[in-house]
DNA sequence: GATGAATGAGCCTTCATTCAT
DNA sequence: AATGAATGAAGGCTCATTCAT
């Protein structure tokens, strides 16, 4: 019997379908913490949409704090990639529109995962909190320095470096965790083929030039 | 002859104690519902904040849920005020510059109502899902028509109308909900004096002029 | 102020609104003990009925019990009167008919007093057993021994006297306590004009006759 | 593949230990219910009878309601059995003297679940409301035709059947509904071993033959 | 690796009762 | 004589977690 005195699964070390059982309450885990938050979410709902047993979905997290900390973990390093890659060498507008692309695409493609990380900041972010003062900072810190430079040098216009940050992460966020509000104004127009291009044109094109109209 | 079955507070008539304790209530209901959520949020952290007993808290409000609708209407209120006085006779800039900076005072000033609604979005609208499909959308799409018509008119950079508004929407309510975030990063300067107005003005520049250099 | 000190009505002493609304309470009390029972009816429940304020019905009954007491012990005389009325000088069936139409009168006219009573006794007659033990025990002794006499002197069948007494509360009282049940099997027909009677009729032909064919 | 809601036990399978406990569970139910009727009753009450915690009680049976139900829809099969058994076919003094005798023992015998019923019908039958109606009353509609035709066939005394089963009932439940009344009155000899038969001898003796001496 | 059974703690709500006016 | 306001003590039910198999 792999795995200690209990057969408890230990992180290493796992079979084939511990594996995949984890991946599956992560999945379902996602779905329910994004909707219900932590403290709105009972175990028992996540074992439903993993369709297991609750006992078995706690032998292999034995604490739902641990399943909601493993998820957020998980769902952290899709988050930082978009914004890491912007680099310095590249073209300023370019890159931008890169990365507000990027980002567009995930609040499309896993919209649960920003709807977790949306309710953890509201709670306070008591789980996240060490992570946004450190790794977060350091790598916004970072990316507020090539703005900077790139406003120096007449690339871009004079914006606060963290406030277009800011700006994008809301702008673009806002379609994932939204999603409901945005529903109930424009309908299910949401749902058609080119409505994420056009979202995406539409917010570049606000970023980029503005409302005042360009002469 | 009352008759009544609990002696509990009518509406229509309420005596002067008992409106101070109901605002008090809801003051109280929409700091700890706007932190955990519906959900999350328990009648006891509810009359502990209020100062109160819980018994004597479920005297004026007889559910948890009343509470909670009762904080959300009051809040709904000032949501709709500044979007509703945009004005079609304005000037277009100076019109979304009033109100992108009456958000963001919102924001400031009352971020727990922000927080509150995000939640309840967050979670799927439960309590709001009517009010957002019947009250709100009527208005955005009457204002939506109005910045159409601007558009049309070349007095703004051609922008979908709905999108603006979420961007809108995004940006300010980003400095409220998300605020345990940016203190995150960039951290005190939040509480200094002078930051409001530098949001203002960095939101404003960018919303406006955007972010390629004008020549 | 009359009555004491704190106002409490005591009683002996009592004011022309007083007995009245005292006896508006009883009055209400009955029908709700009477269908819920002492711990399944609320003060609110009695109070709404009596159309009157929970505090000012505490005004003059100062407890629950107080009332359910009350209740009881203004039904107890009503409900000895008609057995204490059996005299050994009459003759002996027409004692009995007059027994058992009364009964069945009562149950007419107070099933509401019947059912306090047969739920009292379910619950192991708490407040009344004192009462069962000596004053209704001395009286059934009584009146026992009275138709013990009547047997002997060959005036009636051969009949255990208590087991007849159980047998005629059984019959009369069920006709109140049983009143849904009767409704589900013959319906509507309780409530035709001569149903009294006929019940009458059926159950002091029976009592008194038996099923046996008589020759 | 479970992906249950809790672990509940499901309908139609169930391990030994389920049946057992379930078993345990409504006995309690069954001897605090009928005491106290439904709303009187607690469901910690019921717990400390069956010797169980009050979470895992209601691991069984998820409300008080469901309890309260189970026990009494057990207790209906029981009490119509008797009564089903009259058949047309027998002599009718004798169908009618089984009858009595066996409600007789039922009473002795499961005194609580007369208490049940009648709690239950004092209370207006909010649950087996729909049963009096629907089966009792073709069971008793139909055992009333065999009686009358009994009668019409000079075999019974000129009873009206629907009252006579009334009496019926009522005399035999007396003995279990108003039992602490019976010893109030005639002490201890109800546990006297002969007292059951004294008891049935008398009351057959009165239905079949009556009051007035036989000549 | 999986599940049925069990439980302590907590939460929403009701209710009898009291206090102050 | 009456009532609005307040509260301690349950009571029903949920939930995270553990135990045993």
Not at 17 to 38: D, M, P, T
């Amino acid at each position: 019997m792999k795995g200690g005195t209990n057969g408890r699964p230990k992180e290493g070390q796992s079979t084939r379908i511990q594996s995949i059982n984890r991946e599956i309450i992560l999945y379902a885990a996602l779905e329910v913490f994004s909707i219900h938050g932590f403290r709105g979410s009972t175990v028992d709902q996540i074992a439903a949409r993993a369709a297991m047993s609750k006992p078995n979905l706690l032998y292999y997290f034995r604490r739902k704090q641990d399943i909601y900390r493993a998820v957020l973990e998980a769902t952290l390093a899709d988050w930082l990639a978009p914004l890491a890659a912007i680099s310095p060498d590249g073209d300023p507008v370019e890159e931008l529109r890169r990365y507000i692309t990027a980002k567009l695409a995930m609040s499309a493609e896993k919209p649960a995962a920003s709807r977790l990380f949306a309710n953890e900041i509201l709670s306070g972010a008591p789980v996240v909190g060490d992570f946004l003062r450190t790794r977060l900072k350091r790598l916004v810190d970072e990316k507020a320095g090539i703005i900077r430079d790139w406003v120096s040098a007449g690339r871009l216009a004079p914006v606060d470096p963290h406030h277009l940050i800011f700006m994008i992460w809301a702008t673009t966020q806002h379609y994932a965790d939204f999603d409901v509000q945005i529903r109930a104004i424009i309908g299910s127009q949401v749902d058609r083929p080119g409505f994420r291009e056009q979202t995406a044109q539409a917010v570049l094109t606000l970023v980029l030039n503005g409302l005042k109209p360009r002469p």
